[in-house]
């Protein structure tokens, strides 16, 4: 515990724990928190209470004339009046004004230290204090000490709902940005990816201005000559199985920046996905998950602490938090040199599009704001068939300018420099999941190990009639029958009727992002898109 004095924000509690180690805030957890505990090999074991996830349709950004040019408002940012984002900024400070004690995590987002934030958490729970200070870039003695003021304040008082007849509200939970204030309100929702996320939207807002790509990917280097490669990819493409990767160091699993001297990871630590997680099928975040990491929502057995990953009663979003350095390949500081590789990867469900195929500049422009995948039968209620989700920039919930910005970024980075870009289907091959087989990953981590190599630069290609994509026809330790789609279908009337399908699909979504993107755009996705 500390004196610090955090009066400068309105809060007058007197103790205050500012950067507690692991240990510290495993004992106020335990001590403070009735459903907290320990597993059976050390992780701290918490509960969000009725939010088991993100809260999209309640996050709010502040409407102000000095940035309401840049936010693209709709579906994806709400705006907020200022006087309803002072009336909740006052509800939470009054609310953690009642606590008997306080946690302060003072941080860094981003590892290049000449473009990182000081970022401050603010919160009332051990467990929120322990999450944060894993996902943030920890400080040196010597850095919290010339910290100095904040670039972005949190302020957790997810314990406390918002009053819903403030104007704006739409339900007891809000998750506020003021990007003058530069400040995030949380009120009634405890889940702690919602602090990851609002740091991750701040940098989506702040890089950008700077001339600095902000993404939503993972990123390793080559040990070698530090050239780097970032994976973009939706759920259940295969971005965290893919970067797992024990011949290259680990840069990160979520989210980057590529600025004028390389790449860097904004976070110092991983948000893994825990749901039916082994140490067979994923050794590193497994054993990860040991003292000073938190898993969130998990179910584990009473006598033993024993966690049981399979067990989705409380929710099938179970997660750990731990800091990059758990695992043994990560590279530490967290940066590389510039991209030789950009991959997007997708799980193709419809069998259409090819094993892998390499992208031009404008090509990539357009499959970047896709953002492409598809949902497998199954996997959700009601959900019978393949359905095509895009989300724009792979990482559509968490933008703040238009796609076309990040777009236009990334091509320009691309050209600048010699990138190469490849579009790599991990779905399926031969039709779609009820007639063919999904692509076996040995086949798919074939290809990624050809690219990191660069065997397929100049390796034979055709062009694909329908979305003018070059496909790659021959990789080593691949079939060459796998490579071109509409020859593993025995029906091929059937492959072009569905590939005329989703490029309709992909059109039908392209053409909500046409504003501010020039012709060239339209023409780097399929002979249907305009």
């Given amino acids: 515990m500390s004196e610090f004095n955090l009066a400068v924000h309105g809060l007058t509690v007197k103790t205050v724990f500012r950067n507690p180690s692991p240990a510290i805030l495993y004992e106020e957890a335990i001590r403070h928190e009735p459903h907290s505990a320990l597993s059976d090999r050390g992780a701290l074991i918490a509960s969000s209470g009725d939010k088991t996830g993100r809260s999209p349709k309640d996050k709010r950004i502040v409407k102000h004339s000095d940035s309401e040019a840049d936010v693209w408002w709709g579906p994806v940012n709400f705006p907020l009046e200022e006087r309803s984002f002072m009336v909740n900024r006052e509800r939470a400070i009054d609310y953690l004004n009642t606590r008997e004690r306080l946690y302060c995590v003072d941080g860094f ?71 003058e204030h530069r400040e995030v309100v949380l009120l009634g929702t405890d889940y702690a990816g919602e602090m990851k996320k609002a740091v991750f939207t701040y940098m989506n807002y702040a890089m950008p201005k700077q001339g600095i790509l902000s993404m939503h990917c993972s990123a390793t280097a080559d040990p070698r000559d530090q050239s780097s490669a970032v994976l973009f990819g939706l759920s259940g493409t295969g971005k965290t199985t893919l970067s797992a990767d024990p011949t290259r160091k680990l840069i990160g699993d979520d989210e980057h920046c590529w600025s004028d001297t390389g790449i860097f990871n904004i976070e110092g630590g991983c948000y893994a996905k825990a749901v039916y997680l082994t140490r067979e099928a994923e050794p ?35 997660r750990g938090a731990y800091p990059i350095e758990f695992i043994d390949n990560a590279q530490i500081p ?67 300018w238009h796609p076309n910005v990040y777009a236009k970024l990334l091509s320009d980075k691309i050209r600048k420099h010699r990138a190469h870009v490849w579009l790599v289907n991990t779905g399926w091959t031969g039709g779609g999941p009820n007639v063919g087989r999904r692509i076996p990953l040995k086949y798919t981590r074939a290809i990624i190990n050809a690219i990191y190599r660069g065997d397929l630069v100049t ?34 009337a059937a492959f072009d009727d569905q590939a005329a399908k989703l490029a309709a699909l992909f059109a039908r979504n392209y053409a909500k992002y046409t504003d501010g993107s020039g012709a060239n755009l339209v023409a780097g996705g399929s002979d249907l898109a305009g």
């Fill in 459 to 492: 390796a034979p290609r055709e062009t694909d009639p329908v979305f003018g994509l070059q496909m790659i026809t021959a990789c080593p330790e691949v079939p060459a029958e796998l490579m071109i789609p509409r020859q593993t279908w025995s029906d091929t």
């Fill in 334 to 400: 967290c940066v590389a040199n510039h991209p030789k590789h950009v991959i997007f990867l997708t799980c193709d469900a419809f069998g259409i599009l090819p094993p892998v195929s390499q992208l031009t500049p404008e090509e990539a422009e357009y499959h970047f704001i896709s953002g492409y995948t598809a949902k497998i039968a199954g996997t959700e209620m009601g959900v019978t068939e393949p359905q095509a989700t895009f989300s724009p920039c792979f990482g559509g919930p968490f933008l703040v």
């Fill in 109 to 179: 987002a981003g590892w290049d230290a000449a473009t990182r934030l000081r970022v401050r958490v603010v919160c009332a729970r051990p467990y929120h204090a322990l999450f944060m200070s894993n996902m943030l870039i920890r400080p040196t003695e010597q850095e919290l000490v010339e910290y100095g003021a904040p670039d972005l304040v949190i302020f957790n008082a997810g314990g406390f709902p918002a009053n819903r007849y403030t104007s704006g509200m739409t339900s007891k939970t809000s998750v506020d940005l003021s990007i």
């Fill in 284 to 318: 590193q975040i497994f054993d990860a998950l040991r003292f000073g990491a938190v898993l969130e929502n998990v179910v584990y057995d009473k006598a033993q602490h024993h966690v049981d990953f399979s067990n989705t009663t409380i929710t099938e979003n179970t």
